[in-house]
């Protein structure tokens, strides 16, 4: 998704001004064009060079020089960037944006240029609590720059609050989240479950499987990245919550169900990538149940089946993870849930299923076999299944107004 995209990274005086510099070195990672500008106070933290170096191009440090020696301007910056980000960004770049100073090769940029700008404040907490900086983050946002909001913690300059410089895969997050706006999936809601449900027996002990979430986690990141609203509600996983999605925490596949019910109102497509538990505890003990007891039987009753019984003008799309007959099975779940799609995934496959990073799956709909995939990552995995959400929408709106088919262009 940064793959070829031109950002163009501002840099001002601040004590995370360091961070940039990983910053910088995983945009170019991820396939992005890095151009830097530095502010001169920036210079006081980090040179240009540690930025030359990463991104393998001149960083403009001032204006006049760096039109006469590098033969680009502020404009040229400014309409080959697919976005601007300034981070970290300082009160002082802050007020000079909200007021429209353009004195220095950022400020011209910013103000030159029609991609998005994002900046991802950072100083210590009383300044951007401070009205004056408040007020600023608030005319930026009315004039459609994107403010990513600090992170709380330990501060440099000592004491905790909000200011931090949030990590560099959450800055990222919220780019990818910017430049997708205008997505195959703009305007859409999308709710995503993920993980595996724990189902407690005792005050310590639950039952689980080994769901690791990370598919889940893929779809909510990828339909993010193509404009959609994602809500993810995610039973315990131990991988981090991808930024810029609304996440719902969970335990038991009796509080997923809830959650599911209240998020799909407004929503276009309910992903049930979750392995719910089928079998929860009749009764769960109050205290911890001592070894002593020798055996123990437990007696186990169903779960609710939340695919099977939520139906509503959204789009339902299941997972079915099986060790044996993997399409009759998957088949008999479409019709038995009314599912508009199926992930068939052979769990006993190598490198699929639970747990890894890959994942080999075939997409089947009411008409049978969409597409039968090789191993790919869960990236992946999940762009092709929201090909498949895609195009499932199109085909719903184009039912629900028969007439607009038939309508010559
Ligand atoms: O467990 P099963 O193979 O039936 O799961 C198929 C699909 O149904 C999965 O998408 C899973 O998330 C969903 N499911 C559910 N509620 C359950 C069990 C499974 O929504 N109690």
């Known amino acids: 998704m940064l793959n070829k995209k031109t950002i163009i990274l501002g ?14 070195s995983k945009l170019i990672q991820s396939g992005a064009s890095v151009r830097v500008i530095m502010t001169r106070n ?36 400014a309409e080959i ?7 970290p960004a300082t009160a002082d770049i802050m007020a000079k944006l909200a007021t429209g100073i353009a004195d220095d090769m950022l400020t011209t940029t910013v103000l030159a240029t029609r991609a998005p700008v994002i900046l991802a404040p950072s100083m210590h907490t009383q300044m951007y609590q401070n009205p004056v900086t408040q007020e600023n983050e608030s005319r930026l946002k009315a004039r459609g720059f994107y403010i990513i909001p600090p992170a709380t913690g330990r ?77 993810l509600i995610s039973a315990p996983v131990s991988i981090p919550a991808p930024p810029v999605v609304d996440i719902i925490r969970v335990e038991t596949a009796v ?56 139906n509503g003008d959204f789009l339902k799309i299941g997972f079915a993870a099986e060790s044996q007959d993997l399409l009759e099975n998957a088949q008999r779940k ?4 009314k599912l508009d799609l199926i992930v068939a995934n052979n769990i006993t496959e190598e490198n699929s299923g639970f747990g890894s990073d890959t994942n080999k799956v075939t997409l089947i709909d009411k008409n049978g076999v969409v597409q039968n ?15 498949q959400v895609v195009r499932l929408l199109n085909l719903k709106k184009s039912n629900n107004n028969p007439a607009q088919k038939n309508t010559p262009a």
């Open 334 to 337: 479409l019709i038995a849930k």
């Open 42 to 77: 920036a210079q006081e933290f980090i040179t240009p060079l540690t930025f030359e170096a990463i991104t393998s191009s001149a960083v403009v440090t001032d204006m006049f020089q760096t039109a006469a020696e590098h033969r680009i301007n502020h404009i040229a910056l």
């Open 255 to 310: 509080q997923m169900k809830e959650a599911v019910q209240r998020a799909v109102s407004g929503a276009d497509a309910l992903i049930m990538a979750a392995a719910v538990a089928d079998f929860q505890a009749r009764d769960i003990a109050e205290n911890k149940i001592k070894k002593e007891k020798g055996n123990l039987t437990l007696e186990l009753t169903g779960t609710p089946d939340i695919l099977a019984e939520l």
């Open 155 to 231: 501060l440099a300059s000592g004491g905790y609050g909000p200011g931090r410089l949030p990590d560099t895969e959450v800055i990222i997050g919220h780019l990818k989240a910017v430049l997708g706006r205008s997505g195959d999936l703009a305007g859409m809601n999308i709710i995503v479950t993920a993980g595996g449900t724990q189902e407690p027996i005792d005050p310590v002990r639950v039952i689980t499987n080994r769901s690791s979430g990370k598919m889940g986690y893929a779809i909510a990141e990828a339909a993010r990245d193509r404009g959609a609203r994602v809500t």
């Open 81 to 87: 960037a697919d976005a601007v980000l300034i981070a």
């Open 11 to 24: 840099v001002t005086g601040g004590i995370a001004a360091y961070k940039a510099a990983d910053l910088a």
């Open 373 to 387: 995939l090789p191993l790919l990552s869960k990236r992946e995995v999940a762009d092709r299944i929201l090909d």
